[in-house]
Protein backbone atom coordinates (compact mmCIF):
# COMPACT_ATOMS: atom_id res chain seq x y z
CA UNK A 1 0.00 0.00 0.00
CA UNK A 2 1.77 3.16 -0.71
CA UNK A 3 2.10 5.28 2.24
CA UNK A 4 2.57 8.73 0.80
CA UNK A 5 0.61 11.64 2.17
CA UNK A 6 -3.07 11.68 1.22
CA UNK A 7 -2.19 15.61 0.22
CA UNK A 8 -0.13 14.33 -2.47
CA UNK A 9 -2.14 12.11 -4.12
CA UNK A 10 -5.15 14.70 -4.37
CA UNK A 11 -2.84 17.03 -6.11
CA UNK A 12 -2.01 14.41 -8.60
CA UNK A 13 -5.59 13.99 -9.28
CA UNK A 14 -6.21 17.66 -9.57
CA UNK A 15 -3.12 18.13 -11.83
CA UNK A 16 -4.67 15.33 -14.57
CA UNK A 17 -8.14 16.91 -14.46
CA UNK A 18 -6.48 20.05 -15.53
CA UNK A 19 -4.17 18.53 -18.24
CA UNK A 20 -7.84 16.69 -19.10
CA UNK A 21 -9.84 20.18 -19.51
CA UNK A 22 -6.88 21.49 -21.62
CA UNK A 23 -6.37 18.99 -24.11
CA UNK A 24 -10.17 18.49 -24.63
CA UNK A 25 -10.14 22.32 -24.88
CA UNK A 26 -7.77 22.19 -27.34
CA UNK A 27 -9.17 19.29 -29.41
CA UNK A 28 -11.71 21.73 -30.00
CA UNK A 29 -10.14 23.79 -31.18
CA UNK A 30 -7.79 22.27 -33.46
CA UNK A 31 -11.59 20.51 -34.73
CA UNK A 32 -12.79 23.91 -35.21
CA UNK A 33 -9.22 24.96 -37.31
CA UNK A 34 -9.57 21.55 -39.10
CA UNK A 35 -12.98 22.42 -40.62
CA UNK A 36 -12.34 25.42 -42.24
CA UNK A 37 -11.81 25.48 -45.88
CA UNK A 38 -9.02 28.21 -47.49
CA UNK A 39 -11.26 30.42 -49.46
CA UNK A 40 -10.00 30.85 -53.50
CA UNK A 41 -8.53 34.02 -54.99
CA UNK A 42 -9.73 34.91 -58.56
CA UNK A 43 -8.69 38.05 -60.34
CA UNK A 44 -10.39 39.58 -63.11
CA UNK A 45 -8.44 42.68 -65.03
CA UNK A 46 -10.29 45.16 -67.45
CA UNK A 47 -9.08 46.11 -69.90
CA UNK A 48 -7.80 42.63 -70.57
CA UNK A 49 -4.38 42.87 -72.24
CA UNK A 50 -1.56 45.21 -72.65
CA UNK A 51 -2.57 48.84 -71.16
CA UNK A 52 -1.03 52.26 -72.00
CA UNK A 53 0.54 54.54 -69.02
CA UNK A 54 -1.99 56.71 -67.48
CA UNK A 55 -4.82 54.14 -68.53
CA UNK A 56 -7.20 53.24 -65.28
CA UNK A 57 -7.25 49.75 -64.46
CA UNK A 58 -9.61 47.99 -63.03
CA UNK A 59 -9.08 44.52 -60.94
CA UNK A 60 -11.75 42.97 -59.83
CA UNK A 61 -11.87 39.77 -56.88
CA UNK A 62 -15.70 39.64 -56.91
CA UNK A 63 -15.61 35.58 -58.02
CA UNK A 64 -13.35 35.01 -55.59
CA UNK A 65 -15.33 33.20 -52.97
CA UNK A 66 -14.95 30.52 -49.55
CA UNK A 67 -16.56 27.16 -49.63
CA UNK A 68 -17.87 28.13 -46.19
CA UNK A 69 -20.33 30.56 -46.82
CA UNK A 70 -20.66 31.87 -43.47
CA UNK A 71 -17.01 33.42 -43.51
CA UNK A 72 -16.59 36.77 -44.72
CA UNK A 73 -13.35 37.42 -46.57
CA UNK A 74 -11.11 40.00 -46.96
CA UNK A 75 -8.89 41.80 -49.74
CA UNK A 76 -5.35 43.00 -50.26
CA UNK A 77 -4.02 44.06 -53.80
CA UNK A 78 -0.21 44.51 -54.26
CA UNK A 79 0.16 45.94 -57.58
CA UNK A 80 3.17 45.06 -58.87
CA UNK A 81 4.75 48.84 -58.73
CA UNK A 82 5.63 49.49 -55.15
CA UNK A 83 1.54 50.20 -54.18
CA UNK A 84 -0.08 48.26 -52.32
CA UNK A 85 -3.92 48.34 -50.92
CA UNK A 86 -3.93 46.80 -47.70
CA UNK A 87 -6.65 44.22 -45.92
CA UNK A 88 -9.50 46.56 -45.09
CA UNK A 89 -13.38 45.23 -43.52
CA UNK A 90 -14.67 42.82 -44.37
CA UNK A 91 -15.78 43.02 -48.27
CA UNK A 92 -13.89 45.85 -48.28
CA UNK A 93 -11.14 46.40 -51.63
CA UNK A 94 -13.22 43.38 -53.70
CA UNK A 95 -13.07 46.35 -56.72
CA UNK A 96 -10.40 48.23 -57.21
CA UNK A 97 -8.87 50.73 -59.99
CA UNK A 98 -4.99 51.46 -60.75
CA UNK A 99 -2.99 53.96 -63.09
CA UNK A 100 0.72 52.78 -64.07
CA UNK A 101 2.66 55.40 -64.40
CA UNK A 102 6.14 54.10 -66.03
CA UNK A 103 6.12 51.73 -69.07
CA UNK A 104 6.92 48.08 -68.51
CA UNK A 105 6.49 45.71 -71.45
CA UNK A 106 7.70 42.42 -69.38
CA UNK A 107 4.84 43.05 -66.85
CA UNK A 108 3.73 43.93 -63.66
CA UNK A 109 3.35 41.17 -61.42
CA UNK A 110 0.03 41.61 -59.46
CA UNK A 111 -0.88 39.68 -56.11
CA UNK A 112 -4.37 39.61 -55.07
CA UNK A 113 -4.58 38.14 -51.15
CA UNK A 114 -8.12 36.95 -49.76
CA UNK A 115 -8.45 36.27 -46.43
CA UNK A 116 -11.42 34.72 -43.99
CA UNK A 117 -9.14 35.50 -40.68
CA UNK A 118 -7.81 32.51 -40.51
CA UNK A 119 -6.37 31.24 -43.86
CA UNK A 120 -5.11 33.03 -47.06
CA UNK A 121 -5.03 32.21 -50.26
CA UNK A 122 -3.27 34.28 -53.17
CA UNK A 123 -3.37 34.64 -57.02
CA UNK A 124 -1.44 36.70 -59.55
CA UNK A 125 -1.74 38.04 -62.81
CA UNK A 126 0.31 40.12 -65.12
CA UNK A 127 -0.18 43.31 -66.24
CA UNK A 128 1.82 44.58 -69.30
CA UNK A 129 2.44 48.13 -69.82
CA UNK A 130 3.33 50.40 -72.96
CA UNK A 131 3.96 53.60 -73.40
CA UNK A 132 1.38 56.45 -73.52
CA UNK A 133 1.85 56.92 -77.01
CA UNK A 134 1.16 53.52 -78.17
CA UNK A 135 -1.46 53.08 -80.85
CA UNK A 136 -4.14 50.26 -80.18
CA UNK A 137 -5.53 47.73 -82.83
CA UNK A 138 -9.07 47.83 -84.28
CA UNK A 139 -11.32 44.68 -84.40
CA UNK A 140 -14.26 44.66 -87.54
CA UNK A 141 -16.07 42.39 -88.40
CA UNK A 142 -17.37 42.27 -92.43
CA UNK A 143 -21.21 42.13 -91.97
CA UNK A 144 -23.21 40.97 -94.53
CA UNK A 145 -27.86 40.86 -95.11
CA UNK A 146 -29.37 38.27 -97.14
CA UNK A 147 -32.58 39.22 -98.35
CA UNK A 148 -35.42 37.17 -97.57
CA UNK A 149 -36.59 34.27 -99.40
CA UNK A 150 -39.05 35.40 -101.38
CA UNK A 151 -36.44 38.08 -102.27
CA UNK A 152 -38.02 41.36 -100.50
CA UNK A 153 -35.25 43.67 -99.30
CA UNK A 154 -33.34 43.07 -95.26
CA UNK A 155 -34.23 45.57 -92.68
CA UNK A 156 -31.83 48.69 -92.60
CA UNK A 157 -28.99 48.55 -90.52
CA UNK A 158 -25.17 47.70 -90.63
CA UNK A 159 -24.03 46.09 -87.14
CA UNK A 160 -25.27 42.82 -87.39
CA UNK A 161 -25.13 39.49 -89.74
CA UNK A 162 -28.63 38.52 -90.90
CA UNK A 163 -28.99 34.84 -92.79
CA UNK A 164 -31.76 32.83 -93.75
CA UNK A 165 -32.68 29.37 -93.75
CA UNK A 166 -35.08 28.96 -97.14
CA UNK A 167 -36.57 25.11 -97.66
CA UNK A 168 -39.12 25.30 -100.50
CA UNK A 169 -41.58 22.81 -101.97
CA UNK A 170 -41.24 20.47 -99.14
CA UNK A 171 -42.57 17.35 -98.72
CA UNK A 172 -44.86 16.38 -96.11
CA UNK A 173 -42.62 13.73 -95.02
CA UNK A 174 -40.43 16.65 -94.09
CA UNK A 175 -42.45 17.59 -90.85
CA UNK A 176 -39.68 18.96 -88.67
CA UNK A 177 -38.09 22.13 -88.85
CA UNK A 178 -34.29 21.28 -87.85
CA UNK A 179 -32.08 22.48 -91.36
CA UNK A 180 -28.99 24.52 -90.24
CA UNK A 181 -26.99 26.56 -92.24
CA UNK A 182 -23.17 28.34 -92.06
CA UNK A 183 -22.43 31.89 -91.22
CA UNK A 184 -19.05 32.98 -92.73
CA UNK A 185 -17.10 35.51 -89.76
CA UNK A 186 -14.46 37.65 -91.44
CA UNK A 187 -12.37 40.05 -89.32
CA UNK A 188 -10.00 40.70 -92.42
CA UNK A 189 -11.17 44.57 -91.68
CA UNK A 190 -9.31 44.82 -88.53
CA UNK A 191 -6.35 46.29 -88.32
CA UNK A 192 -2.84 46.91 -86.44
CA UNK A 193 -2.40 49.92 -84.34
CA UNK A 194 0.57 51.83 -86.84
CA UNK A 195 2.89 50.05 -89.52
CA UNK A 196 5.25 49.09 -86.72
CA UNK A 197 2.41 46.62 -85.43
CA UNK A 198 0.86 43.64 -86.82
CA UNK A 199 -2.51 41.51 -85.45
CA UNK A 200 -1.27 37.57 -83.65
CA UNK A 201 -4.53 36.69 -82.98
CA UNK A 202 -8.40 36.79 -83.94
CA UNK A 203 -10.39 34.65 -81.42
CA UNK A 204 -13.85 34.29 -81.98
CA UNK A 205 -16.40 33.59 -79.33
CA UNK A 206 -19.92 33.02 -80.76
CA UNK A 207 -22.03 31.21 -77.62
CA UNK A 208 -21.41 33.91 -75.09
CA UNK A 209 -19.73 31.84 -72.59
CA UNK A 210 -16.42 34.31 -72.82
CA UNK A 211 -14.10 30.93 -74.33
CA UNK A 212 -12.96 31.13 -77.95
CA UNK A 213 -14.57 29.00 -80.10
CA UNK A 214 -12.79 29.94 -83.64
CA UNK A 215 -9.30 31.30 -83.91
CA UNK A 216 -7.99 32.98 -87.26
CA UNK A 217 -9.07 35.99 -89.19
CA UNK A 218 -11.73 33.86 -91.44
CA UNK A 219 -13.65 31.23 -90.26
CA UNK A 220 -16.63 29.09 -91.05
CA UNK A 221 -19.15 29.18 -88.04
CA UNK A 222 -21.82 25.89 -89.13
CA UNK A 223 -24.32 23.61 -87.81
CA UNK A 224 -26.31 27.04 -86.37
CA UNK A 225 -30.40 26.98 -86.33
CA UNK A 226 -32.24 29.96 -86.59
CA UNK A 227 -31.96 32.46 -83.49
CA UNK A 228 -30.58 35.44 -82.53
CA UNK A 229 -26.68 35.37 -81.56
CA UNK A 230 -24.26 38.03 -79.65
CA UNK A 231 -21.13 37.25 -81.00
CA UNK A 232 -17.51 38.91 -80.27
CA UNK A 233 -14.07 39.55 -82.20
CA UNK A 234 -10.98 39.90 -80.05
CA UNK A 235 -7.99 40.65 -82.14
CA UNK A 236 -4.40 41.03 -80.20
CA UNK A 237 -1.65 43.01 -81.72
CA UNK A 238 2.42 41.69 -81.48
CA UNK A 239 2.52 44.33 -78.43
CA UNK A 240 -0.24 42.50 -76.70
CA UNK A 241 -2.92 45.56 -77.18
CA UNK A 242 -6.28 44.09 -77.76
CA UNK A 243 -9.85 44.87 -79.58
CA UNK A 244 -13.11 43.81 -79.34
CA UNK A 245 -16.28 44.38 -81.80
CA UNK A 246 -19.73 42.71 -80.63
CA UNK A 247 -22.31 42.14 -83.08
CA UNK A 248 -25.48 40.07 -83.21
CA UNK A 249 -26.34 37.36 -85.92
CA UNK A 250 -29.76 36.61 -86.73
CA UNK A 251 -30.84 33.31 -88.68
CA UNK A 252 -34.04 33.06 -89.94
CA UNK A 253 -36.27 30.73 -91.58
CA UNK A 254 -39.16 29.86 -93.93
CA UNK A 255 -40.17 26.57 -95.06
CA UNK A 256 -43.20 26.13 -97.53
CA UNK A 257 -45.44 22.67 -98.32
CA UNK A 258 -47.28 22.80 -101.77
CA UNK A 259 -49.44 20.80 -103.45
CA UNK A 260 -51.01 17.90 -100.65
CA UNK A 261 -54.44 16.72 -99.77
CA UNK A 262 -55.64 16.20 -95.92
CA UNK A 263 -58.13 13.41 -94.99
CA UNK A 264 -61.52 14.10 -94.45
CA UNK A 265 -62.86 14.65 -91.04
CA UNK A 266 -64.35 11.34 -90.52
CA UNK A 267 -63.99 8.40 -88.53
CA UNK A 268 -62.04 6.69 -91.08
CA UNK A 269 -59.98 9.51 -91.68
CA UNK A 270 -57.07 11.64 -90.32
CA UNK A 271 -57.92 15.24 -90.67
CA UNK A 272 -54.76 16.52 -89.27
CA UNK A 273 -51.11 17.38 -90.56
CA UNK A 274 -48.83 18.46 -87.88
CA UNK A 275 -45.28 20.26 -88.35
CA UNK A 276 -43.01 20.65 -85.45
CA UNK A 277 -40.52 24.20 -85.23
CA UNK A 278 -37.96 25.01 -82.22
CA UNK A 279 -38.68 28.40 -80.94
CA UNK A 280 -35.65 30.11 -78.68
CA UNK A 281 -36.65 32.92 -76.40
CA UNK A 282 -34.48 33.40 -73.91
CA UNK A 283 -34.08 36.99 -72.37
CA UNK A 284 -30.78 36.13 -70.13
CA UNK A 285 -29.13 35.23 -73.37
CA UNK A 286 -30.72 38.17 -75.59
CA UNK A 287 -31.68 35.11 -78.13
CA UNK A 288 -35.19 36.28 -78.48
CA UNK A 289 -37.40 35.23 -81.17
CA UNK A 290 -40.11 37.96 -82.70
CA UNK A 291 -42.23 36.40 -84.70
CA UNK A 292 -43.86 33.08 -85.60
CA UNK A 293 -45.79 33.50 -89.00
CA UNK A 294 -48.18 30.46 -90.27
CA UNK A 295 -49.66 31.03 -93.83
CA UNK A 296 -51.74 28.72 -95.75
CA UNK A 297 -54.26 28.74 -98.68
CA UNK A 298 -56.90 26.31 -100.28
CA UNK A 299 -59.66 26.04 -102.22
CA UNK A 300 -63.24 28.51 -101.58
CA UNK A 301 -64.89 24.95 -103.19
CA UNK A 302 -64.33 21.29 -102.98
CA UNK A 303 -63.49 20.45 -106.66
CA UNK A 304 -64.27 16.66 -105.91
CA UNK A 305 -68.27 17.21 -106.39
CA UNK A 306 -70.45 16.81 -109.49
CA UNK A 307 -69.77 19.61 -111.83
CA UNK A 308 -72.26 22.15 -111.39
CA UNK A 309 -73.47 20.94 -107.45
CA UNK A 310 -70.92 22.99 -105.50
CA UNK A 311 -71.62 26.52 -105.24
CA UNK A 312 -71.58 29.25 -102.89
CA UNK A 313 -74.93 28.63 -101.43
CA UNK A 314 -74.39 24.42 -101.09
CA UNK A 315 -71.74 25.35 -98.08
CA UNK A 316 -71.73 21.82 -97.47
CA UNK A 317 -68.61 21.59 -100.37
CA UNK A 318 -66.93 24.54 -99.12
CA UNK A 319 -63.75 23.96 -97.36
CA UNK A 320 -62.57 24.59 -94.63
CA UNK A 321 -59.25 24.41 -92.79
CA UNK A 322 -58.00 25.75 -89.40
CA UNK A 323 -54.35 26.13 -87.85
CA UNK A 324 -53.66 24.94 -83.82
CA UNK A 325 -50.50 25.89 -82.44
CA UNK A 326 -49.01 24.70 -79.47
CA UNK A 327 -46.29 24.93 -77.09
CA UNK A 328 -43.58 22.29 -75.72
CA UNK A 329 -46.31 21.22 -73.31
CA UNK A 330 -48.87 20.81 -75.50
CA UNK A 331 -50.51 23.94 -74.24
CA UNK A 332 -52.76 25.56 -77.29
CA UNK A 333 -51.32 29.16 -77.72
CA UNK A 334 -53.72 30.24 -80.79
CA UNK A 335 -55.76 29.15 -83.40
CA UNK A 336 -57.32 30.40 -86.57
CA UNK A 337 -61.15 29.49 -85.82
CA UNK A 338 -62.05 33.29 -85.05
CA UNK A 339 -61.89 33.97 -88.99
CA UNK A 340 -65.03 33.47 -90.58
CA UNK A 341 -65.27 32.17 -94.13
CA UNK A 342 -65.46 36.00 -95.75
CA UNK A 343 -62.25 36.75 -93.79
CA UNK A 344 -60.13 34.21 -95.42
CA UNK A 345 -58.08 36.74 -97.67
CA UNK A 346 -54.69 37.43 -96.30
CA UNK A 347 -52.31 38.15 -98.73
CA UNK A 348 -52.48 38.80 -102.34
CA UNK A 349 -55.47 35.71 -102.03
CA UNK A 350 -57.08 34.81 -105.43
CA UNK A 351 -61.04 34.70 -105.05
CA UNK A 352 -61.41 30.71 -105.99
CA UNK A 353 -59.39 30.60 -103.06
CA UNK A 354 -59.02 31.10 -98.96
CA UNK A 355 -55.94 32.29 -97.27
CA UNK A 356 -55.11 32.89 -93.43
CA UNK A 357 -52.05 33.93 -91.76
CA UNK A 358 -51.38 33.58 -88.30
CA UNK A 359 -48.89 35.82 -86.43
CA UNK A 360 -47.58 34.54 -83.38
CA UNK A 361 -45.56 37.88 -81.26
CA UNK A 362 -43.59 38.66 -78.48
CA UNK A 363 -46.25 38.63 -75.73
CA UNK A 364 -47.08 34.49 -77.12
CA UNK A 365 -43.42 33.73 -76.33
CA UNK A 366 -43.23 35.37 -72.70
CA UNK A 367 -46.05 33.30 -71.68
CA UNK A 368 -45.51 30.10 -73.05
CA UNK A 369 -41.92 29.84 -73.48
CA UNK A 370 -39.48 28.32 -75.51
CA UNK A 371 -39.10 24.53 -76.71
CA UNK A 372 -40.32 22.58 -79.68
CA UNK A 373 -43.44 23.97 -80.55
CA UNK A 374 -46.06 22.75 -83.20
CA UNK A 375 -49.12 23.55 -85.09
CA UNK A 376 -51.27 20.98 -86.47
CA UNK A 377 -53.47 22.07 -90.12
CA UNK A 378 -56.71 20.64 -89.68
CA UNK A 379 -59.62 19.63 -91.87
CA UNK A 380 -63.02 20.50 -90.17
CA UNK A 381 -64.89 19.14 -93.45
CA UNK A 382 -66.05 15.46 -94.32
CA UNK A 383 -64.12 15.75 -97.29
CA UNK A 384 -60.85 15.88 -98.35
CA UNK A 385 -59.04 18.84 -99.20
CA UNK A 386 -56.36 20.21 -101.40
CA UNK A 387 -53.53 22.32 -99.90
CA UNK A 388 -52.47 24.55 -102.19
CA UNK A 389 -49.60 26.03 -99.70
CA UNK A 390 -48.32 26.12 -96.19
CA UNK A 391 -45.58 28.13 -95.14
CA UNK A 392 -43.85 28.61 -91.53
CA UNK A 393 -41.45 31.53 -91.00
CA UNK A 394 -39.47 32.24 -87.66
CA UNK A 395 -38.31 35.52 -87.97
CA UNK A 396 -35.77 37.05 -85.33
CA UNK A 397 -34.88 39.94 -87.38
Known sequence: MDERPLGFMRRVIVLLTAVLFVATSMAGCLETFASNSAPVAVINVSPAGTVKVGDTVTFDASSSYDPDVADTLKFSWDFGDGNVVTIGNPGQNKEVEHVYNTENPSGYTVTLEVSDNELVATTTTIVKV????????????????????TGEDPPAGSNFILAWICEEE?????????????????????????????????????????????????????????????????????????????????????GAWAEFTIDSNTSSGDPIVTFAFPITYNQDSGNTIRYVKVGFSY???????????????????????????????????????????????????????????????????????????????????????????????????
Open 170 to 254: METSDDTVDTKTTIQLDGSDSSAGDSSSYLTDYEWDVDGDGNTDFTGENTEWTNVGPGEYEIRLTVTDNQGFTDVMDLDVFVNYR
Open 130 to 149: AGADAVLPTASVITYRDNDC
Open 299 to 397: PHLDDDWQMGTCTESNTACHNNLDAYVYNSSTEEVANTTYLDDGSRTAGDCPDDDRCVELRLSTQHFRNYLDGGWTVDLVNEKSHDTTVKSFVIILEYK
